[in-house]
């Protein structure tokens, strides 16, 4: 099954290449950036200033192909793609929850951006509720 | 700029009719299901059961068409779409949190599904960390 998607807008974030990321477990965030919408899309963003944080869903637009095993920054060895944020999935999609500083028409400023400049946007949604951490298990087994 | 998707697998959910889901501010997701991946991409679960909460992306396949402006059931009038979970959204994909029980070779049994059974899933992520309830506001912001 198939089905084809398109950008609704694009990320501007301070970096230009992957390195200049920060990555792996307790990695800080804090780089501001725009998330900025196409004109045609920007009537979709009525009222989101009522939350502070949202999800953005974006597309690893700079990675080929894909691989079922990663091999993390901060992992002594491979695991499985669907438990590690590799970007060389089946579907290059990435997931990033944002702080929203302001709205600017149909630019958004955001805290906490971790994409590329230029990174293709595919949805964003309001986060409403946060496991809390005490309930959080992460890590693969071995490693914790 | 186009994307192409393609389903890694699909939803096993009690929900099969839109109706059945519950719906809105405060709803409670308890319902148990299974993520059933396609064998060609089971191995890309090695070590998921490191995670309590994983993220699945997936597609509102039943979804036609999109609206800019969307009137959620709790909602006194229309929100721009992405202050919403509607499914007409420009890119019908759909976020949900769930909590890992266990896996069974290329399933996993998960609970929290807001999914319609035969979901397709395009994405899963580990649940790494999440925003302190303190820290969240949500809501448009006449109706707090």
Redesign the interface.
């Known amino acids: 099954?198939?089905?084809?998607?398109?950008?609704?807008g694009h990320v501007e974030s301070p970096y230009t290449s992957e390195e200049q990321i920060p990555k792996g477990?307790g990695a800080k965030h804090e780089a501001e950036g725009f998330l900025v919408l196409a004109p045609e899309?920007a009537?979709?963003?009525?009222?989101?200033?009522?939350?502070?944080?949202l999800?953005v869903?974006w597309?690893f637009?700079r990675s080929q192909g894909f691989s079922?095993?990663a091999h993390p920054p901060t992992a002594s060895r491979?695991?499985?793609?669907?438990?590690?944020?590799s970007p060389r999935?089946?579907?290059?999609?990435g997931?990033t929850?944002v702080k929203l500083l302001g709205r600017e028409g149909n630019r958004l400023r955001v805290k906490g951006v971790d994409m590329l400049d230029g990174t293709?946007i595919?949805?964003?949604?309001?986060?409403?509720?946060?496991?809390?951490?005490v309930?959080?298990?992460?890590?693969?087994?071995d490693?914790?």
């Open positions: 099954m198939e089905f084809r998607m398109q950008a609704i477990r899309f009537e979709g963003l009525l009222d989101i200033e009522g939350f502070s944080h999800f869903i597309v637009h079922l095993l491979p695991h499985g793609v669907f438990a590690t944020r999935r089946p579907n290059p999609i997931l929850v293709p595919l949805d964003i949604k309001p986060y409403l509720s946060s496991v809390p951490e309930d959080l298990r992460r890590g693969w087994l490693e914790e």
